[in-house]
C-alpha cells in the first residue's frame, strides 16, 4: 500500500472525531508515523498474528506539568492513569491486514498485537506533543515526540530509538 493511501485511510476514519482545537496536521502526521511503526514491527516479527492500532486522544494526563521528558530538547511526560496508561476520550480501531489498513468496530478475538495510541487533545494550542503508546500483549510502552518546525509537525524522538533506531520524521 502506498503511504498516502495508508494515511487517507487512517485519517479520514479519524478527521471527523477532532475537536476545534485538535492540529489536524499533527494528527496525520502522526498516524502516518505510527502506522509505519506498527507495520514495521509486523514485518519484523510475525505477519500471521492479527495486528490492530487503537488510537484516541486523550484530554487528562496525570499531573503533566510536573514530569517530563529529556528527549529532543524535552517534554510534557505523557503519563495517564489506569496502570500508566491515558484515558482516552475517544478512539479507533484499524486492522493491519494483507498490507491494508482496515477501520473495526471492536477487537476481533484472541491473540492479537494491538499498538494502543493517545495522543493530546487541543494540539493547536502548541508547537510540541507528546505521544504515549503501549504495545500488548507485552506491555511495552514507547512515547513519541513531535515538534512543529517551519509550520510543520515532525516526529523528532522515540524512546526506543537506542534499541530499534531513529523513527522515520519523513512524513
Known amino acids: 500500500m502506498k503511504a498516502i493511501e495508508k494515511n487517507t485511510v487512517l485519517f479520514d476514519t479519524i478527521e471527523p472525531k477532532l475537536a476545534a482545537d485538535d492540529d489536524p496536521a499533527l494528527w496525520r502526521t502522526a498516524l502516518f ?3 509505519d ?4 514491527r509486523q514485518a519484523e ?3 500471521r498474528a492479527v495486528w490492530a492500532m487503537v488510537v484516541g486522544a486523550c484530554s487528562h ?5 510536573n514530569s517530563r521528558w529529556n528527549a529532543a530538547g524535552g517534554f510534557i511526560y505523557p503519563e495517564g492513569y489506569k496502570d500508566s496508561v491515558p484515558d482516552l476520550d475517544w ?3 484499524f486492522l493491519f491486514r494483507n498490507q491494508e489498513w482496515t477501520p473495526a468496530k471492536k477487537l476481533p478475538g484472541k491473540n492479537i498485537k494491538v499498538f494502543r495510541v493517545a495522543i493530546p487533545a487541543r494540539t493547536a494550542r502548541h508547537k510540541q506533543a507528546a505521544i504515549h503508546s503501549r504495545w500488548t500483549p507485552n506491555g511495552a510502552t514507547v512515547l513519541y515526540g513531535f515538534r512543529k518546525v ?3 509537525w515532525q516526529c523528532v524522538a522515540a524512546s526506543d530509538e ?3 533506531g531513529p523513527v522515520s ?3
Request: aromatic share 4%; glycine share 0%.
Open 91 to 93: 478512539s479507533v480501531i
Open 169 to 171: 520524521a519523513d512524513c
Open 61 to 65: 494526563w496525570v499531573r503533566p506539568h
Open 150 to 152: 517551519a509550520d510543520k
Open 37 to 40: 511503526e506498527l507495520e514495521q
Open 33 to 35: 508515523v505510527l502506522a
Open 162 to 164: 537506542k534499541s530499534r
Open 45 to 47: 516479527e510475525t505477519r
